[in-house]
Antibody, heavy 118, light 109 residues
Framework: QLQLQESGPGLVKPSETLSLTCTVS??????????WGWIRQPPGKGLEWIGN???????YYNPSLKSRVTISIDTSKNQFSLKVSSVTAADTAVYYC??????????WGQGTLVTVSS | QTVVTQEPSLTVSPGGTVTLTCASS?????????PNWFQQKPGQPPRALIY???NKHSWTPARFSGSLLGGKAALTLSGVQPEDEADYYC?????????FGGGTKLTVL
C-alpha cells in the first residue's frame, strides 16, 4: 500500500516561498498509473486542490493558484515537491500530498501545517 | 471560476438513510466528471470513499454508495452509524483540473 509523508518548514514569512516535499513509500513514483498531487485546507475551512504532476513531469494546476505554484518530481528519490511563491496569510493551511490512480484520489499523507507569519 | 456545491449541513438519525449531493456550476454532473467522495473527521486527513461515481475502495464500508441523481453526484449512507458523523467532500474532474465541493457536515443525532 502506498504511503505518503509531507515534510518542510512549518513557518514561512510573508512574501517568501513555501516549499514542501512528499516522500512516497510502498510503490514507485514512476508508475504510469499515478498522478501525484497537493491539496490544502485552511484552518476550519474546506479542501482546495492545488495541482498534480505525472511521472513524466506533466503538470496540472488550479487556475486560481497557477501563477504562484510549481510542482516538481524527483524520480531518483521517489519524491515530489510543491513551491508556492509570494505567500500571504491566506496561504496558511494544512498541506496534504496525495496520489490519484487514474480517476481515484486514493491515498493521502497525514498533512503538515504551514503558517505564514512574520 | 468553476464552483462545486454541496449541502453545508445535514442531520440524520442512527440507522437512518441520508443522501449528500454535489452540483457543478457548469451544468449537470455526468460520469465524465469522475466524482470522488471523501470523509474527514476532526484532526485527521480525508479518507477516500468513492471514485468514478459508484466505485468503492477496498476499505469503504458497504453502507456507503455513490450515484448520479438529478444532474448531481450523490453519496448515500444507509443504516447510518454514530461513527459516520464527519465532514464529507466531493471532488469533480474538469479536463486536467479537479475541484472540491465546499463540504457537508453530517451530524448523527
Amino acid at each position: 500500500q502506498l504511503q505518503l509523508q509531507e515534510s518542510g518548514p512549518g513557518l514561512v514569512k510573508p512574501s517568501e516561498t513555501l516549499s514542501l516535499t512528499c516522500t512516497v513509500s510502498g510503490g514507485s513514483i514512476s508508475s504510469s498509473s499515478y498522478y501525484w498531487g497537493w491539496i490544502r485546507q485552511p484552518p476550519g475551512k474546506g479542501l482546495e486542490w492545488i495541482g498534480n504532476i505525472y511521472f513524466s513531469g506533466s503538470t496540472y494546476y488550479n487556475p486560481s493558484l497557477k501563477s504562484r505554484v510549481t510542482i516538481s518530481i524527483d524520480t531518483s528519490k521517489n519524491q515530489f515537491s510543491l513551491k508556492v511563491s509570494s505567500v500571504t496569510a491566506a496561504d496558511t493551511a494544512v498541506y496534504y500530498c496525495a496520489v490519484t490512480m487514474v480517476t481515484a484520489l486514493s491515498y493521502w499523507g497525514q498533512g503538515t501545517l504551514v503558517t505564514v507569519s512574520s | 471560476q468553476t464552483v462545486v456545491t454541496q449541502e453545508p449541513s445535514l442531520t440524520v438519525s442512527p440507522g437512518g438513510t441520508v443522501t449528500l449531493t454535489c452540483a457543478s456550476s457548469t451544468g449537470a454532473v455526468t460520469s465524465g466528471y469522475y466524482p470522488n467522495w471523501f470523509q474527514q473527521k476532526p484532526g485527521q486527513p480525508p479518507r477516500a470513499l468513492i471514485y468514478s461515481t459508484t466505485n468503492k475502495h477496498s476499505w469503504t464500508p458497504a453502507r456507503f454508495s455513490g450515484s448520479l441523481l438529478g444532474g448531481k453526484a450523490a453519496l448515500t449512507l444507509s443504516g447510518v452509524q454514530p461513527e459516520d458523523e464527519a465532514d464529507y467532500y466531493c471532488l469533480l474532474y474538469y479536463g486536467g483540473a479537479w475541484v472540491f465541493g465546499g463540504g457537508t457536515k453530517l451530524t448523527v443525532l
